[in-house]
């Protein structure tokens, strides 16, 4: 397992695109960064590149979406020519969308099929297969429920890395945003886990505010994903390095973050992006600082218009008092 896993940002639908994951390497050069979950049947029919990422991001993990063994073969393996650092199964989205694709979190149902799905892609790459999972779905979320999916995934699939939500999912009822805030946190169990699976590489993910957190959560197990926080907050990223992997290099102003931005963004204009898709990703990036409204309202404002570049950033960091820029 190489070292990243110990800290990520987690996929989210929506949010952890290019831009965002190239906005967040430049916080943290250390932090393992995931694609959203994309399913196999867009990257083997759909129309575009779905696995297209920029070489700055690595280390990167594409999270596949699918519940066919050939299919997600298919795709681990297009995953490693191109490059990516690690494939994760997606066995932990409650969507309904989801739910009617058979994959997600109602495959904790089908520890086989899981198995045979980790062990489909081991077959044709050499990179790291991992599992992002639930503790548990709707009635069925006793600890030996949990027990009894690693066990399969992992003896019979060859998993060696799961990253585990500390909630159970409810499959009905709830939507995916509940579900991510309605069912009780349950750290110990994710802990218990690698107590009783020593040799696993075992990652803990839900309700990660702080560094303090996860410093917390790494005296009991090998790794930490943080969520929303990490797109809310993104200057939480800023001292990865240092706190979590030991580095000694300086921690980066927001503002130098901001300028690090400009070529990358410059050039995806060039090649017809808009301004709009790249900034707002960093719209949360002053977070609780004085000015971070005005910041976010102008960059919301304008960042849409037409021929919009660079000058919209320009003129948004103006609104932070620079003394308070550290």
């Not at 280390?59 to 795709?75: E, I, R």
């Not at 943080?226 to 927001?254: H, S």
């Not at 948004?316 to 003394?323: D, M, T």
Request: aromatic share 8%; glycine share 8%.
């Amino acid at each position: 397992m190489f070292s990243a896993s110990r800290f990520s940002v987690a996929p989210m639908l929506d949010w952890t695109d290019r831009h965002c994951r190239y906005f967040h390497r430049l916080l943290s050069s250390q932090t393992l960064l995931y694609t959203e979950m994309i399913t196999t049947g867009a990257i083997i029919h759909g129309r575009g590149d779905f696995l297209k990422y920029n070489e700055e991001e690595h280390p990167v993990a594409l999270q596949l979406g699918g519940s066919n063994p050939q299919d997600l073969a298919v795709c681990a393996k297009l995953a490693q020519e191109r490059g990516y650092d690690e494939v994760n199964l997606n066995v932990g989205c409650p969507s309904d969308r989801v739910q009617n694709g058979r994959f997600g979190a109602c495959l904790m149902a089908e520890p086989q099929l899981v198995a045979e799905c980790v062990a489909a892609m081991k077959a044709v790459v050499d990179i790291p297969v991992t599992v992002k999972t639930r503790i548990g779905i709707d009635e069925q979320d006793s600890y030996e429920f949990l027990t009894d999916f690693v066990t399969i995934v992992s003896e019979q699939g060859g998993c060696e890395q799961f990253t585990i939500h500390a909630r159970k999912a409810w499959l009905s009822g709830l939507s995916p945003k509940e579900n991510r805030e309605i069912p009780p946190l349950d750290y110990p169990r994710a802990y218990q886990i690698k107590q009783d699976f020593p040799h696993l590489n075992i990652a803990v993910n839900g309700g990660v505010k702080t560094l303090a957190d996860v410093k917390n959560h790494l005296e009991h197990l090998d790794g930490v994903m943080v969520g929303r926080e990490a797109y809310q907050n993104p200057y939480l990223l800023a001292e990865v390095d240092q706190q979590i992997f030991g580095l000694e290099t300086p921690v980066k102003k927001r503002s130098e973050v901001v300028e690090a931005m400009y070529p990358y963004i410059e050039a995806q204009l060039a090649n017809g992006a808009y301004l709009g898709h790249i900034s707002r990703h960093m719209i949360g990036l002053f977070q609780n600082m004085p000015g971070a409204r005005q910041w976010r309202r102008y960059i919301s404002e304008n960042a849409h218009k037409p021929g919009a570049g660079i000058e919209v950033l320009q003129t948004a960091l103006k609104k932070i008092p620079a003394e308070l820029d550290v």
